[in-house]
């Protein structure tokens, strides 16, 4: 056999063409020729593949702590120190896009000495445009589960396509083809680059692939089953964005519906944060609990049965002037027009309502919907991304500047539908995912401020309907919805679970998951189930903090 550090060169169809030289960079056991196996790799470069590094990493390593992505991405903080491994960079079909703007799918793949077999896609957030660490954490803020690379997983991430200054950059939307690939393109680009990379380290091709992510990180994981239905065993997405395109028009909705009750500052400019304050969204989340709590036979600060709860904020309109145990009709007629279902000037429905929740009034949520600040420039996430995110990529043709203000929901379906195309994971057809074994788990956090629970749900019951029924749907995808989370963890929920151990069982042994047991620093000391949609926890008796006091039953 040739020694594995004579220069090669494969053919142009990506690594796995030439089979057959991936046994040629396998390293005996050692340190050091581990390493030599590791930096030989970038030897496997093509004019469309430009490998970048391939240098090893020392067992101990701590990953990069990265709050503004996490926000975004919903991984758990990784503290756990990284096994020793190669990280391997790289770039795929660089090219020159419109305005003369430089473009490529950019990855990052980590290839753990001892390998356990198996490849993990990792999700990204936001409009992506960065290239987060690839170890494999579980995206939900608060689970304190092993990352996939301490697992022993080869984990590979990606930049979909596209360069931006951080994840909310959405500039590259003025290029088709930097659209095609953040869409769904750049999924089976890296998918069969990494592939190729796995098995000329390893000498095969990986025994399981898995993808998973949460928000956008989840809608790719939607489209990858949907998209490139023969590449993955198993996809974990959670609060997945998989109609964005509905989802970037309802928040610039939301916004104007909150800026119509907000106070106005000495010049008149309204105050976003003060729409409603802490102490308002309190008070509403006080409301929809004593509605809503005991339903599922125990009042303990959530609410379990979530398709039993109906709350009208109208109950808390105040009778005079306003006072701290009640709101003002602007107020309330923000809520309603928040909640309900944006719409256009014909009364149709532009994406979903939202469901009432507790955890309405956390920190999380109102990050998201109305912010914090105290001067006329908001910074609500919703406010200060969707300007560019609905103008640049979602609308065609792109709006540089957008004023939300003066943003036109008549027209609204009709501009974003191209990029919904491209964009949105909404197909119900996964039959070439299960002809071959896939299987899916969802999870989505009811107060979740950014993708609207119910809107899952309805499709949930799309996919039910257009795949055999709920039983069927059952047989190779479930949805967890997680009361009281918000977006990708947070709010007063057990945001601590571990999707992807619950996937592995099912894709590796057959154990489909009936429920995630559940645990989180908001309620120290409890453990819930959280059941497989449409069943919902209900208490049966017993120790009030202990799963096992409740049970998973219908509706």
Not at 486 to 508: K, R
């Amino acid at each position: 056999m040739p020694d594995h550090r004579t220069p090669m060169s494969l053919p142009a169809g990506g690594l796995l063409a030439g089979a057959a030289l991936g046994l040629l960079l396998v390293a005996p056991r050692g340190a050091a020729l581990a390493q030599d196996a590791c930096a030989a790799l970038v030897r496997l470069a093509r004019p469309d593949l430009v490998l970048t590094r391939a240098e090893p990493v020392p067992a101990g390593t701590l990953a990069t702590e990265n709050p503004g992505r996490a926000a975004l991405t919903g991984a758990a903080r990784a503290t756990a120190a990284l096994p020793a491994h190669c990280l391997v960079e790289g770039r795929i079909a660089p090219r020159t896009g419109t305005e003369g703007r430089s473009f490529h799918t950019g990855f990052q793949l980590r290839l753990p000495e001892g390998w356990n077999g198996k490849l993990l896609f990792q999700g990204g957030g936001g409009v992506d445009g960065v290239i987060n660490e690839a170890i494999g954490a579980i995206p939900v803020a608060g689970s304190t589960a092993r990352p996939a690379l301490n697992r022993g997983y080869a984990v590979v991430s990606t930049d979909s396509g596209h360069q931006g200054r951080d994840s909310s950059d959405a500039s590259f939307g003025t290029d088709q083809q930097a659209r095609i690939d953040h869409g769904y393109a750049s999924i089976g680009a890296v998918s069969r680059e990494a592939r190729g990379l796995v098995a000329a380290r390893y000498g095969r091709a990986p025994d399981r692939a898995y993808f998973m992510g949460c928000s956008n990180g989840g809608r790719s994981a939607m489209m990858a089953a949907q998209r490139f239905p023969t590449e993955f065993d198993g996809i974990v997405a959670g609060n997945p964005g998989f109609r964005l395109s509905r989802a970037a028009i309802a928040q610039a909705w939301d916004t104007r519906a909150f800026l119509a009750a907000a106070p106005r500052d000495a010049q008149g400019r309204p105050v976003l944060a003060n729409a409603l304050t802490p102490a308002d969204m309190t008070l509403v989340a006080g409301a929809v609990a004593r509605t809503c709590d005991a339903a599922d036979g125990l009042e303990d600060g959530t609410v379990e049965a979530m398709s039993a709860c109906r709350f009208d904020p109208a109950a808390l309109r105040c009778a005079g002037d306003k006072a701290a145990d009640c709101l003002t009709g602007a107020q309330v007629d923000a809520l309603a027009r928040a909640f309900g279902p944006a719409r256009d000037g014909q009364g149709r429905a532009l994406y979903a309502g939202w469901p009432w929740d507790p955890g309405i009034a956390s920190p999380d949520w109102r990050a998201w919907k109305l912010g914090t600040s105290q001067t006329a420039r908001p910074n609500a996430r919703n406010a200060t991304l969707t300007p560019g995110s609905l103008g640049l990529f979602f609308l065609t043709p792109p709006v540089r500047d957008l004023d939300l203000a003066a943003f036109d929901f008549d027209t609204a379906a009709e501009r974003t539908a191209a990029t919904a195309a491209l964009n949105d994971a909404t197909s119900t057809d996964h039959s070439s995912f299960t002809a071959r074994g896939g299987r899916m788990v969802v999870f989505h956090g009811n107060a979740d401020p950014v993708f609207s629970a119910d809107d899952l749900r309805a499709y949930w019951r799309d996919l039910a309907r257009d795949n055999g029924g709920d039983a069927a749907l059952a047989g190779w995808a479930r949805m967890f919805m997680v009361p009281g989370m918000t977006h990708c963890g947070g709010g007063p929920a057990l945001d601590d679970f571990d999707p992807l151990t619950a996937l592995e069982a099912w894709v590796e042994r057959g154990e489909a998951p009936d429920h995630l047991t559940a645990r989180g620093a908001a309620f120290p000391g409890r453990t819930r189930p959280v059941c497989a949609f449409p069943r919902e926890a209900r208490y049966r008796g017993g120790d009030a903090d202990a799963a096992a006091s409740f049970a998973c039953a219908a509706p």
